[in-house]
Nanobody, 120 residues
Framework: EVQLQASGGGLVQSGGSLRLSCSGS????????IGWFRQAPGKEREAVSC????????NLADSVRGRFTISSDIVRETVYMQMNDLKPEDTAVYFC?????????????WGQGTQVTVSS
């Protein structure tokens, strides 16, 4: 059973940084793509970033390109999303999801979310 644990959220001022972690278990990490999604109150869920351990494909949403980066540690079976120059519009619950193969993730298995709040 695919299990994902997201962590690293918090409250930060505009312009600050956070690093989110998504730890996986119950699946062959090397064969999966891991993605980050976010959902703000009253808004639809948005795909933020994705990295495939299988074929090294990566995606980043235009809204975060240049500020966020995604990386994967195969040994620790953890995907990180470094978020710099955070803006109030980045405030959302961030979720990670895993799916066999390449990016983007279409359905995936989901972990619980971690709240990111950016104050102005």
């Amino acid at each position: 059973e695919v299990q994902l644990q997201a962590s690293g959220g918090g409250l930060v001022q505009s312009g600050g940084s956070l690093r989110l972690s998504c730890s996986g278990s119950g699946f062959t990490f090397d064969d999966y793509a891991i993605g980050w999604f976010r959902q703000a109150p009253g808004k639809e869920r948005e795909a933020v970033s994705c990295i495939s351990n299988r074929d090294s494909s990566r995606n980043l949403a235009d809204s975060v390109r240049g500020r966020f980066t995604i990386s994967s540690d195969i040994v620790r079976e953890t995907v990180y999303m470094q978020m710099n120059d955070l803006k109030p519009e980045d405030t959302a619950v961030y979720f990670c999801a895993a799916e066999w193969g390449s990016c983007p993730i279409f359905k995936g298995s989901w972990g619980q979310g971690t709240q990111v709040t950016v104050s102005s």
